[in-house]
């Protein structure tokens, strides 16, 4: 069992930066990959970032690609989003997944966290 609570999300103006905390609990965490999806109003769950569970892999959508960077650290049982030159159409809720595999469709992960908003202005 894994429990995820999402933190680090607020409203930030165009080209600005967040970083999204992902904390897990259980000392599984770190045999599982971790993935992060965001739902914006009116929109479907989409697949934002994934790395493996060593962290020796990582996965990226096109739409984030260049700009966010995924990272773990299994010590502390906590994944990262690094989000930088952020734009509007990222504003959504950001949730943070563990998956047995890495994993592009949301239906593969197994526990997810409650979410965190992220919203940014032009």
């Known amino acids: 069992q894994v429990q995820l609570v999402e933190s680090g999300g607020g409203s930030v103006q165009a080209g600005g930066s967040l970083r999204l905390s992902c904390a897990a609990s259980?000392?599984?965490?770190?045999?599982?990959?971790m993935g992060w999806f965001r739902q914006a109003p009116g929109k479907e769950r989409e697949f934002v970032a994934a790395?493996?569970?060593?962290?020796?892999?990582?996965y990226y959508a096109d739409s984030v690609k260049g700009r966010f960077t995924i990272s773990r650290d299994n010590a502390k049982n906590t994944g990262y989003l690094q989000m930088n030159s952020l734009k509007p159409e990222d504003t959504a809720v950001y949730y943070c997944?563990?998956?047995?595999?890495?994993?592009?469709?949301?239906?593969?992960?197994?526990?997810w966290g409650q979410g965190t908003q992220v919203t940014v202005s032009s």
């Open positions: 790395i493996s569970w060593s962290g020796g892999s990582t």
């Open positions: 259980g000392r599984t965490f770190r045999r599982y990959a």
């Open positions: 997944a563990a998956a047995p595999v890495s994993a592009y469709d949301s239906p593969s992960y197994d526990y």
